[in-house]
């Protein structure tokens, strides 16, 4: 069974940096489009970004485009999620998960994802 564990959520300024981990444990990391969603409180969780299996294609949501930037380890089956300029509105839990997808298709809906870490929680303010 695939793990994903999310760490290195917390408190920053707006304007601010922090960087998200997503630690993949229990299957081939490399099988795995990957992505990153969010959930803010009282809405609908909502996809912020993701990755192909060969990190030849990336996707982002409009409203972290240019903010945002994922990234992945395959030496240590680690997905990042870097976080630059950040605004109240990106307070959220922030959630990992695993596709099963082809080799350079970049996963964006949440129905194609298998694999669920529990999330970390962001939260922008001063």
């Known amino acids: 069974q695939v793990q994903l564990v999310e760490s290195g959520g917390g408190l920053v300024q707006p304007g601010g940096f922090l960087s998200l981990s997503c630690a993949v444990s229990g299957g081939n990391f490399s099988n795995y489009g990957m992505g990153w969603f969010r959930q803010a409180p009282g809405k609908e969780r909502e996809f912020v970004g993701a990755?192909?299996?060969?990190?030849?294609?990336?996707w982002y949501a409009d409203s972290v485009r240019g903010r945002f930037t994922i990234s992945r380890d395959y030496a240590k089956s680690a997905m990042y999620l870097q976080m630059d300029r950040l605004k109240p509105e990106d307070t959220a839990s922030y959630y990992c998960?695993?596709?099963?997808?082809?080799?350079?298709?970049?996963?964006?809906?949440?129905?194609?994802?298998?694999?669920w870490g529990q999330g970390t929680m962001v939260t922008v303010s001063s």
């Open positions: 990755v192909s299996r060969r990190a030849n294609g990336e």
């Open positions: 998960a695993a596709a099963r997808t082809g080799p350079w298709y970049v996963p964006r809906l949440e129905t194609e994802y298998t694999f």
